[in-house]
């Protein structure tokens, strides 16, 4: 079992950069593929960003490369994702989430075991 919990979500200014953590629980966290979704309100849950086990993979949606950084430490049960120039498009609830399921399925919800609750990110003037 792996507990998740975000924290760093906020109203940012576009153009601005933001920071979120997710705080794991659980001795299984370091065997797990970690990655980002957000869900905006009347849309589907869409892939972000994932880092492999051991930190040697990572991968973004397209919109978020260059501006995204993911990141783990598996020594402390973290993860984390860098968030710079941000636009009014990345407003949405984020969550991360952690699975056992092949790299090749990262960019899927429903690889994906556990989830954080969430937390938003709003990007206005």
């Known amino acids: 079992q792996v507990q998740l919990v975000e924290s760093g979500g906020g109203l940012v200014q576009p153009g601005g950069p933001l920071r979120l953590s997710c705080a794991a629980s659980?001795?299984?966290?370091?065997?797990?593929?970690v990655g980002w979704f957000r869900q905006a309100p009347g849309t589907a849950r869409e892939f972000v960003a994932a880092i492999s086990i051991r930190g040697s993979m990572t991968d973004y949606q397209d919109s978020v490369k260059g501006r995204f950084t993911i990141s783990r430490d598996n020594t402390k049960n973290t993860m984390s994702l860098q968030m710079n120039n941000l636009n009014p498009e990345d407003t949405a609830v984020y969550y991360c989430?952690?699975?056992?399921?092949?790299?090749?399925?990262?960019?899927?919800?429903?690889?994906?075991?556990?989830w954080g609750q969430g937390t938003q990110v709003t990007v206005s003037s």
């Open positions: 659980g001795r299984t966290f370091s065997s797990n593929t």
């Open positions: 989430s952690a699975g056992r399921s092949p790299w090749v399925l990262r960019t899927a919800p429903s690889s994906y075991d556990y």
